[in-house]
């Protein structure tokens, strides 16, 4: 079936450091990828996605690019700062058309000042 | 508001008492889900509905059960809470289409004493 794993363990770095967080999928067909955002307290947000291989997605400083060659969707922002602290989940969506969406573990990310 | 609100926001209850969890979307999406999060299970999905009146399980559907009778409400009741169902709950709506990611509500974190 579907799935998407994430790399292990939470990520802890200073301000303006570079941040990465891998994600790789399995899936049939073509499905649309996605990175979650959930901030203390709160529900997830979406923070980006892309439809297509190639294709880019961005927001808030945040990139990942869909690349069908290596499965992968890795999330990266060139500088952190503080507020970016926060549990982060790739996701991929269900190529068959049930809208239902497969969630990686998440990954707790603390940017430290 | 446009939106997707959940309620209420916290809840402590007793087990083997039933207990209902609120779930309100103003978009007139098809989609509604139910997940729990839980340290070190990430989310699961517990019911998930394309429409009103259509309903299906999903990883962990044992002890709630939900209707969807109007679109825009999607009830969680836990029929007999006991202490394993301590967790925070989502709800989430989406559109049709490639692409259409989840918009989550805020949560419901519940605790069976």
């Known amino acids: 079936g579907n799935s998407v794993t994430q790399m292990e363990g939470p990520v802890t770095l200073s301000e303006e450091a570079f941040l990465t967080i891998n994600c790789t999928y399995t899936?049939?067909?073509?499905?649309?990828l996605f990175w979650y955002v959930q901030y203390p307290g709160e529900g997830l947000q979406l923070l980006l996605k892309?439809?297509?291989?190639?294709d880019k997605g961005s927001n808030k400083g945040f990139e990942a690019t869909y690349r069908k060659e290596t499965t992968s969707f890795h999330l990266e922002k060139g500088s952190v700062q503080v507020s970016d602290s926060a549990v982060y989940f790739c996701?991929?969506?269900?190529?068959?058309?049930?809208?239902?969406?497969?969630f990686g573990k998440g990954n707790q990310v603390v940017v430290i000042p | 508001d446009a939106g997707i609100t959940q309620s209420p926001r916290y809840k402590i209850t007793e087990t083997g008492r039933q207990v209902t969890l609120m779930c309100h979307q103003t978009?007139?999406?098809?989609?509604m889900f139910w997940y729990r999060q839980d340290l070190g299970h990430g989310l699961r999905l517990i019911y998930y509905s394309a429409a009103a009146d259509i309903t299906d399980k999903g990883e962990v559907p044992d002890g709630y059960v939900v209707s969807r009778s109007k679109t825009e409400n999607f009830p969680l009741t836990l029929e007999s809470a006991t202490r394993s169902q301590t967790s925070v709950y989502f709800c989430?709506?989406?559109?049709?289409?490639?692409?259409?990611?989840?918009?989550f509500g805020s949560g419901t974190r519940l605790t069976v004493v």
């Open positions: 978009w007139s999406h098809s989609y």
């Open positions: 892309a439809t297509k291989a190639d």
């Open positions: 899936a049939t067909g073509y499905p649309s």
């Open positions: 989430a709506s989406s559109g049709t289409g490639i692409g259409y990611g989840y918009t």
């Open positions: 996701a991929l969506s269900d190529p068959g058309g049930n809208n239902r969406l497969a």
